[in-house]
């Protein structure tokens, strides 16, 4: 890892800075790399989102992803993203985003995390049965038992909305 990055790590594991010192500590580092560094966009974007300033995170995201990031980044992007603009009120936008990321890659590292989102932005667009099959579906392989039924039961709810 980086000795960039390593600061940058240090930044976001230190719970005694407010929001605003994330954002000024995360800023300082990312301006000594190239303003189009999307990896340092991606790290301004996520200061800035649990900050709750969505609207400035949701601009440095995309400009991220459109610039190129590796693809645990780009994962993590497209949620984070993703989650911003529900909250911003563009479910559609939000859904489409994390059901494109949930069926890419089934077993990647983030697939969970991607199942998560997906399905808080399916219940804010009114579709809970589906979020909960979702949610159950990314649940059951971590159960020491049931894993079958669970996943059984979680399909029957996507198949078989009320």
Do not use: C
Not at 9 to 32: H, K, Y
Not at 38 to 56: K, N, Q, W
Not at 112 to 132: K, Q
Not at 136 to 151: D, F, G, I, M, N
């Amino acid at each position: 890892m980086s000795d960039w990055q390593s600061r940058v790590d240090a930044v976001w594991a230190d719970e005694a800075l407010s929001p605003d010192q994330v954002i000024g500590r995360i800023d300082e580092l990312a301006a000594e790399r190239d303003p189009d560094d999307a990896v340092a966009l991606f790290e301004r974007a996520g200061a800035r989102d649990s900050a709750g300033i969505e609207d400035e995170a949701e601009a440095l995201y995309r400009r991220a992803l459109a610039i190129g990031l590796d693809d645990d980044r780009r994962t993590q992007a497209t949620i984070q993203l993703a989650s911003t603009i529900r909250n911003l009120g563009k479910t559609e936008e939000a859904l489409a985003m994390l059901r494109a990321e949930y069926e890419r890659e089934p077993r990647g590292a983030l697939h969970d995390a991607a199942a998560a989102f997906y399905s808080l932005a399916l219940v804010s667009s009114g579709e809970p049965e589906r979020a909960a099959s979702v949610a159950l579906q990314a649940l059951a392989p971590h159960l020491p038992r049931y894993t079958r039924s669970v996943t059984g039961y979680a399909r029957e709810i996507a198949e078989n909305p009320r």
